[in-house]
């Protein structure tokens, strides 16, 4: 992938400073975003939050470490029908750092109660940093000084077909690009050795033998990847095919096939030696799984009764031929990649193996990249009967710059919802996505709702309730509203998928140290993907943050759940959790639906438009 000539001004530890900035987004949202009265609110009076909004409404011309889930179960405090609950009383150490961000030119230190430069907190220092290092980067590009590669703008080449031997595809990191997807027939020939199997001694693999004896294992996966995904986020695998030759828990040889979008795998085919059914799904009339030999298959199918049956009445037999497993160590196959009609079909030495049926969300144009890993040496790649033109190029992609995938213009009277959408900035396809599906809702289009994402900064607006969710979220508009509805009048809101006695994680990629977050377990906090506040809370957050007293987090969802319960120390909140705000995927009569890819919103919505209710598209 190409790299613009300034990333190396940006080369820090990329993953850590993006946890860091999220909290830092959010707190500059709602500090942006809301206008404070002079004057001291009155908490007996239902009153909105009156806030600066972040637009892009203006369309821009251009644009396997599993995360450890968060437990959800726990004692609700309130469900979406039951009545209402407070929450546990439990009191937070009071922080001796606190906000207090202020970029100014002129500024050499942070505003707030902390004056020594060792003693700012970890955040702050991160976030003025960025701000410092951006800022400079800009004045650079505007005098002239770093001149922007302007042929990065310009398509790659198209090739019909590109071949790479073995050494030059493994010094490609064993990634072969195929610069503008897969088309219809396209078809790649992977040619490789499997590797002799080996000791596993890795403890998430490996599974002890009797007498001590490690377990043997020799497997392989090829992927078609995204490789246009945003950098520091896992490529999309768009088909993912293992090839277990020692087996795996089943101790049987295997071969494994799957999707995953954004670390959500989707439900794995697997082949084990035994056929479809013909009568079953087929994929353009092929089966899923063909047969292979067993050493399990006592061919008890006809018996020696009935095979002199048959043969006495003159009934020929039908001849059948059984081929072993595909794959054999240290002995070299041939393996065909083609894309059909229905799905992908895989060839090994010329015979049909496997076929995989395409996935809602997944198209032959997202796959720009071919992946092979494991125990296996590749001797050469070879690509043929590829697209001979970019798919940017489509008329479609003109079509997706007209007016009327526009937000409408912002009220001037008060608004119910105020929903904000996080999104980064290279996250074109899922900003167009969300426009054309959910925000689409007549509520948006009429301006009841007003969604925006954070990008530019226009006027004020006053809303009665805020809510935050992702790019990659599916809202359904009129479901959250109406949750919000029945909440009794005057009453302060939290509302999403609230997690209750999390424990911070210790170890591994999210792990928290005790510096961080010194407290053994978290406040009761919704999930990021979609949560919902009232104007009130968003008022006290604004408030404690000009004060100086607002603590800050790096995880953005466990922070606002950290200030809705400093909120309640003072005025009762009413916590509302429900599953149907999704974390994970999609489920049925969801209110958010996460990790949607761009084309799973755009089948969301035509399924809510064409059926009138909520149906999921991811296939699992």
Not at 587 to 607: F, L
């Amino acid at each position: 992938m190409k790299r613009r000539k300034f990333d190396p001004v940006l080369s820090y530890t990329r993953l850590r400073l993006l946890q860091i900035l999220m909290a830092t987004l959010l707190v500059y949202f709602l500090i942006t975003s809301f206008e404070t009265p002079k004057t001291g609110w009155n908490s007996g009076e239902e009153s909105d939050a009156s806030f600066e909004l972040f637009s892009d409404s203006s369309l821009p011309r251009e644009e396997l470490t599993e995360a450890p889930s968060r437990p959800t179960d726990g004692p609700p405090l309130r469900d979406s029908r039951g009545s209402p609950r407070q929450t546990p009383e439990r009191r937070m150490r009071e922080s001796k750092r606190v906000s207090g961000l202020v970029f100014e030119e002129k500024k050499t230190q942070f505003d707030g109660n902390v004056s020594k430069a060792d003693e700012v907190f970890g955040l702050h220092k991160a976030a003025v940093e960025a701000w410092r290092v951006g800022k400079k980067l800009w004045a650079e590009i505007e005098s002239g000084k770093i001149e922007l590669d302007k042929t990065e703008n310009r398509s790659d080449p198209c090739p019909h077909s590109f071949s790479l031997s073995g050494s030059e595809f493994h010094a490609r990191n064993r990634v072969m690009v195929i610069p503008c997807g897969l088309t219809l027939w396209s078809h790649v020939t992977v040619v490789g050795t499997p590797r002799w199997a080996h000791p596993e001694y890795d403890p998430k693999i490996a599974v002890v033998k009797d007498g001590g004896e490690a377990v043997m294992v020799s497997q392989f996966m090829m992927e078609l990847q995204g490789l246009k995904n945003v950098e520091g986020e896992d490529p999309p695998r768009i088909l993912h095919f293992n090839p277990r030759l020692k087996g795996d828990w089943s101790n049987k040889p295997v071969i494994e096939q799957n999707t995953c979008y954004r670390m959500q795998w989707g439900s794995a085919l697997r082949c084990e030696g035994w056929q479809s059914r013909a009568d079953g799904e087929t994929v353009d009339g092929l089966v899923k799984c063909e047969k292979w030999i067993r050493d399990d298959d006592d061919h008890s199918e006809e018996s020696k009764a009935i095979w002199w049956l048959n043969r006495l009445i003159g009934r020929t037999k039908k001849v059948t031929i059984d081929w072993p497993y595909p794959f054999v160590e240290g002995r070299m196959f041939v393996l065909t990649l083609s894309a059909g009609l229905e799905g992908y079909h895989i060839n090994v030495d010329g015979r049909h193996v496997t076929s995989f049926p395409y996935r809602t969300g997944f198209v032959l144009e997202d796959a720009t990249g071919l992946f092979v890993n494991g125990d296996v040496d590749v001797h050469s790649v070879y690509a043929a009967s590829l697209p001979t033109s970019h798919p940017s190029f489509a008329p479609q992609m003109h079509l997706e710059m007209v007016t009327k995938w526009k937000a409408p213009p912002l009220p001037y009277g008060h608004v119910e919802l105020f929903i904000g959408i996080l999104s980064a900035g290279n996250h074109f396809a899922e900003r167009m996505a969300v426009r054309k599906s959910w925000m689409q809702h007549k509520s948006v289009k009429s301006s009841r709702v007003v969604a925006r994402f954070f990008v530019a900064l226009v006027r004020t607006l006053p809303a009665k309730y805020i809510m935050k969710c992702d790019d990659d979220t599916f809202v359904r508009v009129d479901a959250v509203l109406k949750e919000a509805r029945k909440a009794r009048k005057h009453r302060s809101l939290y509302i999403g998928n609230l997690n209750y006695h999390h424990k911070p994680l210790r170890y591994g990629k999210w792990a928290v140290t005790y510096e961080e977050w010194p407290e053994e377990d978290y406040p009761t906090y919704a999930n990021g993907p979609g949560y919902i506040v009232s104007s009130d809370v968003a008022k006290f957050i604004l408030s404690e943050f000009e004060k100086n007293k607002l603590r800050l987090f790096k995880m953005e969802d466990v922070s606002m759940g950290m200030w809705v319960e400093q909120f309640n120390d003072s005025r009762s909140v009413e916590y509302v959790h429900s599953l149907k705000f999704c974390q994970h995927g999609c489920i049925e009569n969801y209110y958010t639906a996460h990790y949607q890819s761009p084309r799973q919103m755009i089948c969301m919505w035509g399924k809510l438009q064409h059926n009138g209710k909520p149906q999921c598209c991811n296939m699992r």
